[in-house]
């Protein structure tokens, strides 16, 4: 926006000073050559009497004598002629066509307008001017002048006329450009904001006092705007983890109390009461993943500090050998990564614990600050590979096994406020990869 502006009010300021300059240099060039024009003619008109003159006495000397002073005088060329065209004196390298002019005078006509003088031409300039009085015309006197001073003078006000649209060109741009930026100000200044809240900095807001008044005002009723957003989704993580903190507690007891009762239950309600401890379990960590993304969401736990990841995988290896799966680790012992990576690997590696079969495979590798954990378990298609990271997502195929569906979508919470990218990729020849890229530090 900001170079499309410029590049329009430069368009502008050029067709703006092309419209003056090229006018007043075309009119000065004009000006001069009729200026060239008047004081040459003059010179001719002299000569054509002088030659009239001694076409009547006969003596062409004292002409001749005039025509060479002029010649050499000025660098001139002059030609007399008499009535049939016939040449009769020369001064001067006389280098022209001047059939033309010779025709015209021979009429009894002179020269009335010269080809238009500029820095490119032309060098010289030819007059004819008919030589006697009223009808009676007795020759013809032919002038070829230097334009060379003419041209000078063309080229230097034509320079400064370029020098003072330059000048002007260039001011316009600087201006242009200031123009731009304090048209645009608040513009930028809501890119950046709306960058910054998209970044998760709910609190970012635009700082208005630059550019046009409607746009200012835009700039107050965006921030009004995200204050209302931000209060409303501050007063959801607070209401979900209020309400998940104030579960646990009843949960804890109601658990205590059915467990308390098991030794009074007759046999035949032996079933049903495993069913209620199950669902008041699954309950419990529904409340406990809610708890931990209210969490997330509002920045607890993730100050970013930086632990070694080979013991927490050695951790899991008891809990993969329990259900005969295979952990293989491709990371150096001293690897360090936030403790933010070491949580979402926590998840995936309880997510692959739960879907790869007995005998199957989880390879966790770190290389290049990016932490892949991939199963060869049943996997997901490209459908539900987009959807897993939303909250409550399960799989149609999977809706028997333990969860709350939560997981994932704490995991894509956790790599969003680290700056990191979290993807779920498919596992060759089947399986699931969570691959989780790390920033540069």
């Known amino acids: 926006m900001n170079s499309r502006l410029v590049v329009t009010f430069t368009t502008l300021i050029v067709f703006l000073v092309a419209a003056l300059a090229v006018p007043l240099g075309l009119a000065y060039a004009s000006h001069r050559t ?96 008919p030589a ?31 020098l003072g649209a330059l000048v002007t060109l260039a001011y316009a741009v600087l201006v242009a450009r200031r123009l731009a930026r304090w048209i645009l100000r608040p513009v930028t200044e809501l890119d950046r904001t709306t960058q910054a809240i998209a970044q998760g900095r709910m609190d970012a807001r635009a700082h208005p006092g630059v550019g046009p008044s409607e746009l200012r005002r835009l700039e107050v009723r965006f921030n009004a705007m995200a204050d209302a957003v931000a209060g409303a989704m501050e007063r959801q993580r607070a209401f979900v983890a209020d309400a998940s903190h104030e579960l646990r507690t009843p949960l804890t007891v109601l658990g205590l109390r059915m467990e308390n009762l098991e030794p009074h239950l007759r046999v035949e309600g032996t079933a049903e009461y495993e069913e209620a401890m199950a669902e008041l379990d699954r309950l419990a960590l529904l409340v406990e993943d809610l708890l931990a993304l209210a969490r997330v969401e509002a920045g607890a736990g993730v100050e970013g500090k930086e632990i070694e990841l080979g013991p927490r995988l050695a951790a899991w290896r008891e809990v993969y050998g329990a259900k005969g799966v295979r952990l293989v680790t491709d990371i150096s012992e001293m690897s360090v990564v936030p403790e933010v990576a070491a949580r979402i690997a926590d998840i995936a590696l309880d997510n692959a614990q739960k879907f790869v079969p007995p005998g199957g495979t989880v390879t966790v590798t770190l290389a290049d600050r990016v932490l892949r954990v991939a199963d060869d378990g049943p996997g997901l298609n490209e459908e539900e590979r987009a959807e897993a990271l939303g909250r409550f997502w399960r799989s149609g195929a999977h809706a028997n096994v333990p969860g709350s569906g939560l997981g994932l979508a704490i ?7 680290c700056g990191a990218t979290l993807r779920l990729l498919p596992a060759e020849p089947h399986g699931l990869v969570v691959e989780l890229r790390l920033p540069q530090p």
């Open 34 to 129: 009729n200026r060239l024009l008047l004081d040459r003619r003059a010179d001719a008109t002299r000569f054509a009497e002088l030659a009239d003159h001694a076409a009547r006495e006969g003596d062409r000397s004292g002409l001749l004598t005039e025509i060479t002073r002029y010649a050499d005088l000025y660098g001139a060329a002059v030609r007399v002629r008499d009535r049939d065209g016939s040449l009769l004196l020369t001064a001067g390298r006389f280098e022209a066509d001047d059939r033309d002019a010779l025709r015209l005078a021979l009429s009894g006509r002179t020269t009335e307008d010269l080809p238009t003088i500029s820095p490119f031409g032309p060098a010289t300039v030819l007059l004819a001017e």
């Open 132 to 162: 006697g009085r009223d009808a009676q015309l007795s020759g013809v006197v032919l002038l070829q002048a230097p334009a060379d001073r003419a041209r000078v003078d063309v080229t230097l006000v034509w320079a400064g006329l370029a």
């Open 411 to 417: 995991a894509a919470e956790l790599a969003r406020s």
